[in-house]
Antibody, heavy 126, light 111 residues
């Protein structure tokens, strides 16, 4: 069973850098086809995809936020870390990490998030 | 910039059937982009319902089904129940570089 849990500060000041950690279990980044992503949701608004990191270390970012985002993984700690610089009020919301099903053991391609963390609420305020 | 479209809100009677759609402002066929569907209720993380157009995620009741309607991906709820109320988001994978784009969501009301 795949589980993910987000952790990080609940309150961040404007201009600061947000660092969120996703601690996971039930899969290994050494396995081909594994990927983890981050998705956020401002209060009362839609979900927004932020970033992905693949088993091979490849990274992908939302084009509208690429200058402010970075994602990394520590396979030994089973953690994925997201950093978002220059925080502003529009970045307030709940941040989810999610396991991405990229392809399965039969080689069938998939492109969907099949497991989600509970989310971490982040407020940007001075 | 390609945008994903969804109905803002729909309502359905208990036991009724409702279809939500997911399209692209470019007019391209959404079914080409691995559409997946997620249900979300207030204060909860998304729940994966459907992937690759019409495959149900593990544990999802068969009253939820995915299909293609014209050039749009579709999610149908057959025999709607009160706990089907919530927001439903579709997601399209537009390519390894562009990656994922979420739709604005459809709020489903059962009344």
């Amino acid at each position: 069973q795949i589980t993910l849990k987000e952790s990080g500060p609940a309150l961040v000041k404007p201009k600061e850098t947000l660092t969120l950690t996703c601690t996971h279990s039930g899969f290994h980044f050494g396995t081909s086809g594994v990927a983890v992503g981050w998705v956020r949701q401002p209060p009362g608004k839609a979900l927004e995809w932020l970033a992905l990191i693949f088993w091979d270390g490849d990274e992908r970012y939302n084009p509208s936020l690429t200058d402010r985002l970075s994602i990394s993984k520590d396979s030994s700690k089973k953690q994925v870390v997201l950093r978002l610089t220059d925080m502003e009020s529009a970045d307030t919301g709940t941040y989810f990490c999610a396991h991405l099903n990229w392809y399965d053991s039969t080689g069938t391609h998939h492109r969907f998030f099949d497991a989600w963390g509970q989310g971490a609420r982040v407020t940007v305020s001075s | 910039q390609t945008v994903v479209t969804q109905e803002p809100s729909v309502s359905v009677s208990p036991g009724g059937t409702v279809t939500l759609t997911c399209g692209l402002t470019s007019g391209s066929d959404a079914s080409d982009y691995y559409p997946s569907w997620y249900q979300q209720t207030p204060g909860r993380p998304p729940r994966t319902l459907i992937y690759n157009i019409n495959f149900r995620s593990s544990g999802v009741p068969d009253r939820f089904s995915g299909s293609v309607v014209g050039n749009k991906a579709a999610l149908t709820i057959t025999g709607a129940q009160a706990d089907d109320e919530g927001d439903y988001f579709c997601v399209l994978h537009l390519g390894r570089d562009t990656s994922f784009v979420f739709g604005p969501g459809t709020t489903v009301t059962v009344l």
